[in-house]
């Protein structure tokens, strides 16, 4: 037994001192982007790796194994295949896959096509290292303004403190939503309030808008593959690099844009290079029916709702960095009602705005319920 567990260490050792290490990075080789996933194997054994989202891998390789092959794959490229002598001991290696094509113009396409993905699954994954990831403060100052056709224009302002409990880390559409609250101070009005309907706040509708923390969005990992994305240009965003993105999805529902009765959701995204931390975003929704997936489901009156044809939806939230952090400066929304009343069209436009006055990163102030309704304030 004793002479046993000597050989089997002697072995081991053996084993581990003639094992040589492969490391590298896996690209496109139109760009040079890095491919996440693709798998880096030894041909005819049980030994490969994953490579991480940035196409990085290390595989360790025995004495034995180094007369066989190495081969790259992931779906969408051809099999790279190199006798595995060449690069035994070689840790800076850049392995270029061609994208699958028939020929050359098809090639081209598929390269395209993959790099937007890459950069968004990118951005999606690189959220809790650039925006806050534990509970924090937000005070807004918040404006809304209703616009009819033949009454006068109703405005709101307000200051609004948000608390989450949880920080930029995308659970589920119900956990997102539970762990944010508000309180609202500071009210004024250019009308009295004379309903439920005139007392409304109407934040949640604006802070759905914040892709990069809400769940029910483009921003999602699950929901990626129902959008299409294009890489319009890159471009000087605020003194950075950054990718503009155009998506656009036919795959309409709750879920991805927030209301049952979607007719078109598309947009835009501003992913910066250096980071990928998204600093812009635009979304423009068009829909037969109005309701919120996270809202307070509140259009501007109840008889509107009954009359209703089809309303337009356009958001955009900046995102400004704050030390390590992005956090949003500014979120807005428009929306324009279109309904029929007394056998004639008619357009209501609501327009709403959060601008950020404060945040508090750490040690923040816990607030337990959100402020749907308030009463109490000067005409």
Known sequence: ????????????????????????????????????????????????????????????????????????????????????????????????????????????????????????????????????????????????????????????????????????????????????????SSFKRNFAVSDLESGMIHADDLLENDLARHSCNILNISKIDNFDFVIVKEIQFEGEAVWQLHFETKSLGLLGTGTYDSKTFSGELYIKKSDYAVVYAKTELTANAFSGLTGNLSAVGNSLLENLKSYKKTAEVHYKKQGSRYIPSSI?????????????????????????????????????NRTYFEYSAQK
Do not use: W
């Open 1 to 184: 037994m004793k002479h046993f567990l000597l050989l089997s260490i002697s072995i081991l050792f053996f084993f581990f001192a003639d094992a040589q290490k492969i490391a590298g990075k896996v690209v496109q080789m139109s760009d040079s982007e890095p491919i996440p996933f693709a798998t880096v194997a030894v041909s005819g054994s049980t030994l490969g790796v994953v490579c991480d989202f940035e196409g990085n891998f290390s595989l360790d390789v025995s004495k034995p194994q180094t007369y066989k092959t190495l081969a790259v794959t992931c779906v969408g490229y051809k099999e790279l295949k190199l006798d595995l002598k060449t690069v035994l001991g070689n840790e800076k290696l850049i392995l270029k896959l061609e994208a699958e094509g028939v020929d050359i113009d098809e090639v081209v396409v598929e390269e395209k096509s993959l790099l937007p993905y890459t950069v968004v699954k990118k951005a999606i994954v690189a959220i809790p290292q650039n925006y806050p990831d534990r509970a924090y403060n937000y005070t807004f100052a918040y404006t809304n303004t209703d616009k009819f056709n033949n009454a006068p224009d109703r405005t709101t302002g307000a200051q609004l403190k948000l608390y989450d409990s949880k920080g930029y880390h995308k659970e589920n559409v119900l956990k997102d939503f539970e762990s944010i609250n508000y309180k609202t």
């Open 332 to 368: 807005t929304s428009v929306y324009e009602f279109f309904y029929i009343q007394n056998e004639k069209n008619q357009l209501t436009k609501r327009s709403s705005e959060l601008k950020l006055s404060e945040s508090k990163l750490t040690q923040p102030e816990v607030i337990k």
